[in-house]
């Protein structure tokens, strides 16, 4: 007779979950409703240099720290990726993750493409990344306007880059064209149910299926 107590346990090493946009696609507003709706997912927090927003809470959004102690944090390895986006910097602290990954707990990172790259260098096994893309350049640009946190010069700035930035989109593994962010939501839930369940993320599965095959 089996004992599903002799049954060894089947646990999964957590994945990093990737967000890339241009920005106004959606990709914050998407990450904040994933986060809201799945609690074994849980935010990466960058260190930025950027000044923070009214709406913004240091530790909470970003870790706010001035150019010499994110150069200090680079020096010594700390960031599993950093870049240099509209004259500031932005890094990803290397210790928070692993442990979070090592705990079976995914990572939810909001990061550009350059990142990306870094992080695809660094833990490809762990990753999965996904394009968010806006309807249309109209709709891009409205949204940045609509959303009245940067300048007319700022959104022309990002306007320029948006081109840049959705040009590789082919580097990630699944592309979602945000029309509804309800629909968008959906897409992205499906994406992340269908990666925790790959075979190669469930570790002690091999054992499972032999303890299965063993009557116990």
Known sequence: MSNEADAPIVH???????????????????????????????????????????????????????????????????????????????????APVEAALIGGRDVLFDIDWQGTQQLQEKGRDDLVTVFILPPSTRDLEKRLRTRAQDSAEVVAKRMAKASDEMSHYAEYDYAIINKDIATSLIQLKSILTAERLKRERQIGLSAFVKALREGR
Request: glycine share 8%; no cysteine.
């Open 12 to 94: 999964r090493r957590g994945l990093m979950l990737v967000l890339s946009s241009p920005s106004g696609a959606g990709k914050t507003t998407l990450s904040r409703q994933l986060l809201d709706n799945d609690k074994q997912i849980q935010l990466s927090v960058s260190a930025t240099t950027r000044a923070r927003r009214p709406s913004e809470k240091d530790g909470v959004d970003y870790h706010f720290v001035d150019t010499a102690t994110f150069s200090g944090m680079k020096d010594r390895s700390e960031f599993l990726e950093h870049a240099r986006v509209f004259d500031h910097y932005y890094g990803t602290p290397r």
